[in-house]
């Protein structure tokens, strides 16, 4: 594997309409952002991306773009990202945007053009079929929201347009030579900007199964899984290839791809030398236990679970290339409230599942406030949901039996709100986030879990991440920590995360993954006690006693 940039990196995410509010309006913006840039240095962040921060109506909260080539005026200007970009390099920091090409905003010029003459050039831009009043449909795809992809186009409903995700993100038609063109275009011209690169959003969904073809129904609405069209659709490679060809290669970008139902043998297609993106996300622990049927039927994940979608994944991988591992991001629910058991959730299991995750092979991102360990927010009325697609499943819920609290409590798990509240930078009104109302609600705990307390305090979750961020830098240990091997330890023991990073070095990762006490026999004498989330380590020749949640890292 060819050495980048990039590898020995930490990675952190930004939302920024919760970031940090810089003028009153209650939206976080990039004058925000980079008056927290040192705080993000101190962290030890080298690579930040910001979500979508485009013109847009905001059907999607700003993955549906209206103008690729400019900033939402509730963000700030291009003047504002520049100054960031410039402000970043000051820092040996590097800035990454969302790249959302698979759709844009049906207020995107192409698509008002397209509604204008559907027969014409800008027709082509997008996937327009013929529509007749009670005629069937081209296919029976469910959309990523509920309900059917297609939608009458405005102002013929004689046609028809395609949208995955919601009714005002037409998909864009790839198999069009000129939209792939508009693409490595406005691509390149924000490269040319001092951008870093991308992160790539849904971007497996831009090849469709041609020509359109009907799945097996599995609700009553008569639809199916898009999944099961993705799975069947071939040659995204061919339209990847080219993108990467284009432009990230250009530039030695960074690229991180969205995607979720790679195939193993097409991993080295992916990330590895001269692959389509530098790298991908490791959605195994997210995805697991997902329903078909919706969120009420998906299963919560335990800690077994949890470790063997780490090792599988890092097996996967192998040699090829670096996943990008994460607890959480935008589209997840926080991640302390969702892998670590009901009711036991402390400041040393929140500090064992960021050693797990931190330490294995890849890229880490940490994503806004996961630093100080935010959790999710309590059951909320469903008046006070924000996100359009815990809106569906709640629906789903009912649909499904369930009564309205018991629908609200099934939501409230992963609803998209949870990682979408605002960064809580200190105990005071709205957690210090804005001097305004704040677009969505501040999570009630922001006076006891919030960035200015745990900078205080020796003991916290932020200086344990600091700690960790520290750890994988350290020249003696970088080499291990960076290239050095996954190796699981003592795989099958019940709730035990253990494995080493060998390279230069032998490290061992030991997490306690349950409240109970566990005994441990290490593989050889401890040299060193690298990291500890507790005052002290209980070792007594080979043997290790771990408390409740422990987390050591030990130079073997």
């Known amino acids: 594997m060819e050495r980048k940039w990039w590898h020995d990196k930490v990675a952190y995410q930004i939302y920024p309409k919760s970031f940090y509010d810089s003028n009153g309006d209650g939206i976080g913006d990039l004058q925000g952002i980079i008056q927290k840039l040192d705080y993000l ?14 013109p847009s109506p905001f059907a999607d909260q700003g993955y549906d773009i209206s103008d690729y080539y400019n900033i939402d005026p509730s963000f700030g200007t291009l003047k504002d990202m520049d100054e960031l970009i410039r402000e970043a390099k000051k820092r040996d920091m590097y800035i990454l945007m969302d790249l959302v090409v698979n759709h844009c905003s049906d207020e995107h ?4 053009k397209a509604c204008a003459d559907p027969d014409g050039e800008y027709g082509n831009f997008f996937y327009i079929e013929d529509r007749k009043e009670g005629q069937e449909l081209p296919c029976n795809w469910r959309s990523y929201f509920g309900g059917s992809v297609w939608e009458p186009l405005p102002g013929h409903p004689e046609k028809q347009y395609m949208h995955v995700f919601h009714k005002k993100q037409p998909d864009l038609n790839w198999e069009n030579p000129v939209v792939r063109e508009e693409v490595y275009k406005n691509v390149n011209w924000w490269l040319d900007k001092g951008l870093a ?33 993705l799975e069947d659709a071939e040659g995204v490679g061919e339209f990847l290839g080219e993108l990467q060809r284009r432009t990230f290669s250009q530039y030695d970008a960074f690229s991180v791809g969205e995607v979720f139902n790679e195939k193993p043998e097409e991993l080295p297609d992916f990330i590895g030398d001269g692959g389509y993106f530098s790298s991908i996300f490791n959605f195994s622990t997210n995805v697991w236990g997902g329903s078909d049927k919706g969120w009420y039927d998906c299963k919560r994940i335990t800690p077994d679970a949890y470790k063997k979608c780490h ?3 890092q097996r996967k991988v192998g040699n090829h290339g670096f996943y990008s591992n994460i607890i ?6 926080r991640g302390v409230s969702y892998y670590i058991p009901e009711g036991e959730v402390s400041l040393e299991s929140k500090k064992m599942l960021a050693a797990v995750y931190f330490l294995l ?9 996961q630093e100080i360990g935010m959790e999710n927010l309590p059951v909320i009325p469903v008046e006070q949901v924000d996100d359009i697609s815990a809106l569906d499943q709640y629906q789903v819920s009912l649909d499904a039996g369930f009564t309205p609290e018991e629908a609200l409590k099934i939501i409230s798990l992963r609803n998209r709100d949870n990682a979408r509240t605002p960064v809580q930078w200190n105990a005071e009104k709205n957690a210090g986030f804005t001097q305004g109302t704040p677009w969505l609600m501040v999570n009630p705990n922001y006076t006891e879990i919030n960035v200015a307390a745990q900078e205080q305090d020796e003991n916290s979750v932020l200086s344990f991440y600091k700690e960790l961020i520290a750890l994988r830098k350290n020249p003696e240990y970088k080499e291990t920590f960076v290239y050095g091997d996954v190796i699981p330890f003592e795989e099958d023991r019940h709730n035990l995360m253990a494995y080493h990073r060998k390279g230069e070095k032998d490290l061992l990762v030991l997490g306690n993954f349950q409240k109970e006490e566990q005994k441990v026999t290490l593989p050889s004498e401890g040299k060193n006690i690298l990291l500890n989330n507790y005052p002290n380590a209980e070792i007594t020749g080979n043997q290790v006693k771990l408390k409740d949640y422990q987390v050591l890292v030990i130079e073997l």
């Open 41 to 54: 240095k101190d962290l030890g962040v080298d690579i930040v991306w910001i979500s979508p921060i485009y």
């Open 109 to 112: 010029e192409w698509f008002e």
């Open 197 to 229: 690169g991308f992160r790539i959003d849904a971007i497996i969904n831009i090849k469709k199964k041609l020509p359109y073809k009907n799945y097996p129904t599995d609700r009553e609405d008569g639809l199916c899984d898009i999944a099961l069209m």
């Open 311 to 313: 090792f599988d994944a």
């Open 328 to 333: 959480e991001n935008h589209d997840q629910p």
């Open 361 to 369: 092979r890849g890229l880490p991102f940490i994503y806004q406030g």
